[in-house]
């Protein structure tokens, strides 16, 4: 009979989190690996937008670019995401961490150089999707990776860090064009988007394990052991299995539990135990996302539309995104003591509050303010939901979970756009757009507040030497 043992929950210092030196830098290595990847995914989604008024004006860049056609380039690599994190999901849980991230970089990097080169509209299109695909896989895995390599009372933040790569890629699209499209035009800035490949992947080969929980789920115990004296990784964080309570032997609802547990993917997803959190968690990230790239579409028209002048209606995606990566840092520091729920739950509050007071008089100090604040509420919360995600499923599940997140959060990431060209082009002015933004935000913090328990128990074990692995569920502890 083993003892369970409970992970370290203080906070007060290395010693809670770190069993050496090796383990730390292995943990951050990891950290700056996907980190750097979500980086160039945030560089690549801005850069098209950065360099489009280039692309409209010469048509001797890939052709003649109507505004139209513009539009429909931009949707066709947020599609690429789409697919692209719902088969990382399908295939991450089967084919590990490691390959699938290695695959990405890769894959997303040659994209972007090939981009550099397109001579045509159609080429550029289908490039921008093959991309896509790239990025989705690296912003699926990622959070799958940051969840079992992070100390358990360090993911959220952990998660923060590097998914506040994609506006800080933002903002380092938008410098990089200011400041190098007249000397490099805009196919440099399409091929320094392709840096990765002999930059991050030699570093992602040698300094990128694989996951050794996902190890202990497929059955190749030997390999997990051997990674854990490797690194000096806890085997009470990195070998630990699930521990079946009295209350998850008997009844119904500990058999739906019992059989999520053993699936892998989206098996498991749309199991009856995750199904409520699944359609929960896709709706709170379509929504995040719809808000999102809604408003950083459309903001500094709704600014204008508002009576901003043009040149400082521009400021408004600095600030909503600056709020975005410091928000979500420090909203992820509290998610690691209270929860992710309730901070996502209170930050899409928050986000609905600002953009309701936004279309009043006030002073410029304070607009920015609020747009600030709105950024944490939208993509802040949304860094934070790819944690919640990343916790919320089990070990077997959780590339799946984080795909399903993901991917279908694209969706929104579709439709934001087009519901604020919509309501711009039909003239309801800058209150009804911000009216729309904040009512969908209310309904994000709805969604998140009715997430239910993870079907993962909270209890967690050391595998004890020569106990079977064949029909262990590999667990998580669940932060919700």
């Known amino acids: 009979m083993t003892t369970p043992h409970t992970l370290p929950t203080s906070v007060g210092g290395d010693r809670d989190v770190w069993q050496s030196p090796r383990h730390r830098r292995a943990v951050y290595a990891i950290l700056a690996i996907v980190g750097g990847a979500i980086l160039f995914d945030g560089y690549d989604l801005v850069i098209y937008g950065a360099v489009l008024p280039t692309l409209i004006a010469d048509e001797g860049a890939i052709g003649a670019l109507s505004p139209a056609v513009a539009g429909s380039l931009g949707s066709y690599t947020m599609?690429?995401?789409?697919?692209?994190?719902?088969?990382?999901?399908?295939?991450?849980?089967?084919?590990?961490?490691?390959?699938?991230?290695?695959?990405?970089?890769?894959?997303?990097?040659?994209?972007?150089?090939l981009t550099a080169l397109a001579g045509s509209i159609t080429a550029f299109g289908v490039l921008r999707f093959v991309t896509g695909l790239g990025v989705g896989m690296i912003v699926a895995t990622g959070g799958a990776i940051i969840a079992e390599f992070a100390p358990q009372n360090r993911r959220n933040l952990f998660n923060a860090i590097v998914y506040s790569g994609v506006p800080a890629g933002g903002v380092l699209a938008s410098v990089l064009a200011v400041a190098l499209e007249d000397a490099i035009g805009w196919r440099g800035l399409f091929a320094i988007g392709a840096l990765p490949v002999v930059i991050l992947l030699p570093l992602a080969f040698y300094a990128l394990p694989e996951s050794p929980r996902w190890l202990v789920a497929r059955g190749r115990l030997a390999d997990a052991e051997r990674l854990c004296a490797a690194h000096d990784f806890?085997?009470?964080?990195?070998?630990?299995?699930?521990?079946?309570?009295?209350?998850?032997?008997?009844?119904?609802?500990?058999?739906?539990?019992?059989?999520?547990?053993?699936?892998?993917?989206?098996?498991?997803?749309?199991?009856?135990?995750?199904?409520?959190?699944?359609?929960?968690?896709?709706?709170?990230?379509?929504?995040?996302l719809l808000s999102t790239y809604g408003l950083n579409t459309w903001l500094p028209q709704i600014m204008q539309e508002n009576g901003t002048s043009a040149d400082n209606s521009l400021y408004s995606l600095f600030a909503l995104n600056g709020g975005a990566v410091v928000g979500g840092l420090v909203a992820s520091w509290v998610a690691d003591r209270v929860g992710a729920n309730k901070i996502i739950t209170t930050t899409f509050l928050i986000a609905a509050l600002c953009l309701f007071l936004l279309p009043n008089s006030m002073p410029v100090w304070l607009v920015y303010l609020l747009i600030g604040f709105a950024g944490i509420g939208v993509l802040g919360t949304q860094v934070l939901t790819y944690g919640l995600t990343s916790n919320y499923f089990g070990t077997s599940a959780r590339a799946a979970g984080v795909a399903w997140c993901a991917g279908f959060g694209r969706l929104g990431g579709i439709f934001g756009p087009l519901i604020g060209g919509l309501l711009i082009g039909a003239n309801f002015g800058a209150g009804a757009a911000f009216f729309v933004f904040a009512t969908v935000a209310v309904i994000g913090a709805v969604c998140t507040a009715l997430i239910p328990r993870s079907p993962a128990d909270a209890e967690i074990r050391v595998r004890p030497a020569g106990e079977p692995v064949e029909d262990e569920r590999v667990r998580e502890a669940a932060t919700n």
């Not at 690429?80 to 849980?93: E, K």
């Not at 547990?261 to 359609?279: D, E, K, V």
Request: charged residues 15%; glycine residues 14%; hydrophobic residues 50%.
């Open 79 to 113: 599609v690429g995401v789409m697919i692209g994190a719902l088969s990382a999901g399908a295939v991450g849980d089967r084919l590990g961490r490691r390959k699938v991230m290695l695959t990405a970089i890769a894959w997303f990097s040659v994209g972007m150089g």
């Open 234 to 288: 806890p085997a009470e964080q990195f070998l630990a299995v699930d521990a079946a309570t009295p209350a998850e032997t008997t009844g119904a609802t500990a058999d739906d539990k019992n059989k999520a547990l053993r699936r892998t993917g989206f098996a498991a997803l749309f199991s009856r135990a995750y199904l409520p959190g699944t359609i929960l968690i896709g709706t709170m990230s379509f929504i995040g």
